[in-house]
């Protein structure tokens, strides 16, 4: 209860009433064992006799009083599962872990993961042969060049210079310099 005699507790059914039996400190309504009494109430709404008015009101506090019984059971089940899950040794990181976790697995099993997946892998299979071909293709040209000429034209180097693989490769290292 706050000074004033109000019951501010926003989880009270009697919230916003005063004491049991008095009078209610902002309305000045009487109050009777927490509920507004129904006798006390100058206006009632279209349609409503004062006797269904009072049932509704007992209905009412019926009703916040299995809330507020609700709320109580909650508390205590939610206190409960905290103090088995210490117990156990699950903290809350560890819960976002298995999360996690689980989660991955999941996408790992998914057929879109599994599609993904394959079509990396195929890809990274051509890309490695198409480098490979390259190379070899590569190769095979250095090496013909180099096989055409003796060690002593090769030394000398003006015959492989005046070739046009070497003038074609000389042209676009040039190129490459001046660019």
Known sequence: MDPVGQDINLN????????????????????EGGAMGVAAVNTLP???TEEE????????TKVEEEINTLRQVLLAKEKHSADLKR????????????????GWQDVQT??????????????????????????TALSRKLGDMSSNYSIRQSISMPTMRNSPTFK?????????KLG
């Not at 998914?110 to 190379?135: R, W």
């Open 12 to 31: 009270s059914p009697n919230k916003g009433l005063g004491p049991a039996g008095g009078v209610d400190s902002l309305t000045g309504v009487s109050v």
């Open 46 to 48: 279209p349609g409503l």
């Open 53 to 60: 008015a009072e049932e509704l009101y007992s209905e009412l």
């Open 87 to 102: 117990k156990l040794g699950l903290s809350p990181l560890n819960e976002l872990k298995q999360n996690l976790t689980k």
């Open 110 to 135: 998914s057929n879109a993961y599994k599609k993904t997946s394959e079509t990396l892998s195929v890809a990274g299979q051509k890309t490695t042969a198409a480098l490979s071909t390259m190379g």
């Open 168 to 176: 074609s490769f000389e042209d676009k290292v040039g190129n490459i």
